[in-house]
């Protein structure tokens, strides 16, 4: 069952109970979602397991909506000896920066999971490939649901290609000669740039454009904020946070790649023109085409396999937003020339196996695991210590400069971004990773090295 069904089920179960039970909508949200989580079968929840909750509810009417839920649960499961499913088995296959930028890519593409539970993504012979489970959107049928999800990604790919557009054309226009005679100056005889280890520095204005983008990324035109936030990580407290990490990652790699040809920082010059070329697929799974519940990965294998684009000796790394369901690893698993980031152990009812056209018969598990990759390896510290850059710049969640839907919010953060121009600074700077100053003095004397 999903937690909306149980949800509903606690709800129902309160209002037909005499007296009737006054729980808040938010309570059974979190019974149901708990519930969820101990992974035991649907009858022994609708039947065993909620009727003992209303009952015990219906003991202390006043104190509902502090019942301690999990102690109740975890007890009446034991004391009744209710089946509970092993702990999902996570796997992890690659963990490479070729592998954490598209993953990273794909997590900025993702939308909020009401529409959309998981996205993939793939740069390949030219083209940006996006795939998406079937969109949960509001519509008349099939084709106008595929079209408006259809506006929504535009929009989003729009967002993270103007991001990066609007750096390129500024560090075209003023830096680009200026940074490569700096550097040029500590190569020594038969060193070239793409031997060289350097590294990618965003400076305010960078940290603010990122913010900006980030921002728009939130809005309902754009698909909002899925849950793309690692396994738990002081260092990354917000869905905002994360994506603006990303986006400034992602960037990093771009040109490195694409102006110093250094592709071993996450992406070849080849994926870094693909990803602002403007070539790009949006591939949606569709009953009308025989698809029937495939994941957004199982349409990225498939579009590769339909092109012959699998090759064991050139392996290619797909972005996926989330960690991979059961039936989903047993598929990519199959392919030697698929590199992907592992999975979360989770068996998703209803899934299609592509190979089989089947559905995916998998092990029934407990869901209380976290169903994104551990990110820690790829964490940045964009810290400075001038403290006015995270308040200025919004990279924490806490800063109340600006909220998620204030207007005005963005103004000042836009207004922030052009104050920059004409000072002297471009978004960043190129230096060599062995200098032990890597970044000269911005306009504001901030300079904050990303590692990619």
């Not at 490479?96 to 012979?125: G, N, Y």
């Not at 038969?190 to 940290?207: P, T, V």
């Amino acid at each position: 069952m999903r937690q909306s069904q149980i949800q509903e089920l606690i709800l129902n179960s309160a209002a037909t109970q005499q007296p009737k039970i006054n729980i808040s909508n938010s309570k059974a949200k979190g019974i149901a979602h708990y519930l969820t989580e101990t992974g035991v079968e649907d009858n022994d929840i609708v039947n065993k397991i909620v009727p003992a909750i209303i009952n015990q509810l219906a003991l202390t009417p006043a104190a509902t909506n502090k019942f301690p839920h999990t102690n109740f649960i975890d007890q009446f499961i034991r004391e009744n000896n209710i089946a509970v499913p092993p702990e999902p088995q996570r796997t992890r296959k690659n963990a490479v920066k070729a592998q954490r930028r598209v993953d990273s890519l794909s997590r900025l593409m993702a939308v909020h999971d009401t529409i959309s539970p998981c996205v993939a993504v793939v740069l390949h012979e030219g083209k940006f490939v996006i795939a998406s489970n079937f969109p949960r959107i509001t519509a008349t049928d099939e084709a106008d649901t595929i079209s408006k999800f259809t506006k929504l990604m535009e929009r989003r790919l729009n967002i993270v290609q103007d991001f990066i557009k609007k750096m390129e054309a500024d560090f075209l226009a003023d830096s680009k000669f200026e940074v490569s005679d700096d550097i040029d100056m500590f190569l020594t005889d038969g060193e070239s740039l793409a031997d060289e280890k350097l590294n990618i520095a965003f400076n305010a204005k960078g940290l603010a454009l990122a913010a900006l983008a980030v921002r728009a990324l939130g809005q309902e035109d754009a698909g909002g904020y899925a849950t793309v936030v690692p396994e738990r990580n002081k260092k990354c407290e917000s869905q905002r946070e994360h994506l603006q990490k990303a986006l400034l990652k992602l960037a990093s790699s771009y040109f490195l790649a694409k102006y110093y040809g250094i592709t071993d920082a996450g992406l070849s010059v080849e994926q870094a023109k693909a990803l602002t070329s403007g070539n790009y697929e949006l591939l949606v799974r569709s009953d009308s085409i025989g698809k029937g519940n495939w994941h957004a990965e199982q349409l990225i294998v498939d579009y590769l396999r339909q092109n012959n684009s699998i090759k064991p000796e050139e392996p290619v790394h797909i972005g996926i937003s989330k960690l991979c369901c059961q039936a989903c690893d047993s598929v990519l698993s199959e392919f030697k020339g698929i590199e992907y980031r592992g999975s979360h152990g989770v068996s998703f009812p209803g899934v299609h196996n592509m190979l089989t056209g089947e559905v995916h018969q998998g092990l029934r598990t407990g869901k209380s695991t976290h169903l994104c990759a551990s990110d820690s390896e790829s964490e940045v510290d964009l810290s400075s210590s001038n403290s006015s850059l995270t308040s200025s710049m919004d990279l924490s969640s806490s800063s109340s400069q600006i909220t998620g839907s204030s207007e005005s919010g963005r103004g000042s953060l836009k207004r922030s971004v052009d104050s920059f121009y004409g000072c002297g600074s471009t978004f960043f700077m190129v230096k060599k990773a062995r200098e032990e100053h890597r970044l000269t003095a911005s306009c504001d004397e901030i300079s904050v090295p990303i590692k990619v």
